[in-house]
């Protein structure tokens, strides 16, 4: 099994109303999850991307940067996200940051490279500093969401979105 594989698991338990992927590349996990999703979106700046998932009929295309993405206005109403673009820390965060707010609570947020099994995997075009990124969310939200790393499939990143001191997203229980 790969993390493909994985989310896809993931996927038909959740049935997404509103996936996102941010970084996409050949689509071996858009592929594997969206046709859960009743909607869609990748992005990513390749333009080559769009041949590899435009035959999923939930897709929603946004051929740009993240960066770009989060400017012109992320949906709301996410229930689950794989931020796998730019492995740099900063940016990895920022794609964190961008999506957090727009996530329902109880949704589910993957991060991926986020566990390099040993040095070689800091190298740039593999999982470079994204690790950093798991940190600061444990650090920087801790109290508004859960948050585990599997250390394999160069780390694989889980964060669901609570209600502050909740651990049930419904009613009136803590
Ligand atoms: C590791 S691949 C994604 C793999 C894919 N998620 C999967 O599971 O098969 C990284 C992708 O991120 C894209 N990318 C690079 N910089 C980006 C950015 N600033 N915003 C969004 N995507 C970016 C690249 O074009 C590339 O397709």
């Not at 790969?2 to 896809?8: E, Q, V």
């Amino acid at each position: 099994m790969t993390y493909h594989h994985f989310l896809s698991a993931i996927a038909a338990q959740v049935r997404p109303k509103k996936y996102l992927e941010i970084g996409v590349n050949k689509g071996h996990t858009f592929n594997y999850v969206a046709p859960y999703a009743a909607e869609a979106h990748a992005v990513d700046p390749n333009p080559r991307v769009i041949k590899r998932i435009g035959h999923v009929p939930s897709v929603v295309w946004h051929n740009m940067k993240s960066s770009d993405f989060f400017k012109k206005g992320c949906p709301d109403g996410l229930d689950m996200v794989f931020i796998d673009g730019w492995h740099k820390h900063e940016t990895s965060y920022a794609d964190f940051e961008g999506v957090f707010p727009h996530v329902i609570n109880n949704g589910l947020i993957f991060l991926h490279d986020t566990y390099p099994k040993n040095p070689h995997f800091l190298a740039e075009n593999l999982a470079w500093d994204t690790w950093k990124t798991a940190l600061k969310i444990k650090n920087e939200y801790g109290d508004v969401c859960e948050c585990t790393t599997l250390p394999f499939w160069k780390g694989l990143t889980i964060v669901r979105k609570i209600a502050k001191d909740k651990q049930l997203a419904w009613g009136m229980y803590a």
